[in-house]
């Protein structure tokens, strides 16, 4: 796993304090495990091209917004098309937390953050279309804010067709995909008007650490 940080969770705790929540749902726009909040199969273009094709280079984005503290997992679900054959043929996988769509729109490596990964864990009780995927975060430190993320699946379209994060009918209908090299055509980055199947989970400091760190009011986005 390779990690690029550029926002570390910059309060320090007293080493008295050690007391924190249990994991939270941050964001959850996949709902149900068996696929009903889904569109069934309906993908939005999320890959990172062989260099050959690195114009069409693009990525799936949503919104988020976030208490401060520790992010430990991101769940996702994938598909393909154009010979698509599976996420065995995907060589790595990229979480990346961008500080607004314009950063993204100028480069698809999280500006805030940036993970990679050489695989995903599968969940075999998803049901619904495409492939349930997960990566562990290992409590990457992130402070509060507003914030932008995708996952970019590094899949060679010569071998392995194209990748997209399935749409769903949870949340607001204000994902965006971002596309840098201007391949597709719409410019560095367009409001797709869908929601894109991510679950992010964290962990929030307790409330007597968080006044420690003088954070008012503790907002989470559990489901839009």
């Known amino acids: ?131 349930y995927l997960s990566l562990d975060l290992g409590g990457a430190a992130l402070a509060a804010g507003n914030y932008f993320m995708s996952i970019t699946p590094h899949n060679e379209f010569g071998s392995n067709g194209q990748t997209g994060i399935e749409t769903t009918m949870i949340g607001g209908d204000n994902g965006y995909q971002a596309n840098p090299g201007g391949g597709f055509g719409f410019g560095a980055y367009q409001q797709s008007g869908a929601n894109y199947a991510y679950l992010l989970e964290g962990t929030i400091p307790a409330p007597a650490a968080i006044s420690l760190l003088g954070l008012a009011g503790l907002t989470v986005r559990r489901r839009r």
């Open 1 to 131: 796993m390779r990690i690029l940080s550029k926002n570390a969770f910059g309060a320090m705790l007293c080493a008295s304090i050690v007391a924190t929540a249990g994991a939270d749902i941050i964001f959850d726009n996949i709902g149900s495990m068996n696929g009903t909040d889904t569109n069934n199969g309906s993908w939005h273009a999320s890959q990172i091209f062989e260099s050959s094709f690195a114009q069409y280079d693009i990525a799936a984005i949503e919104d988020f917004s976030f208490a401060g503290g520790n992010l430990d997992s991101v769940s996702f679900v994938l598909g393909g098309w154009n010979g698509y054959s599976g996420n065995d043929g995907v060589n790595e996988y990229t979480f990346n937390v961008y500080s607004s769509i314009d950063a993204a729109g100028a480069n698809l490596t999280g500006d805030i953050l940036s993970m990679s990964f050489g695989s995903a864990n599968g969940d075999m009780s998803w049901g619904g279309a495409g492939e």
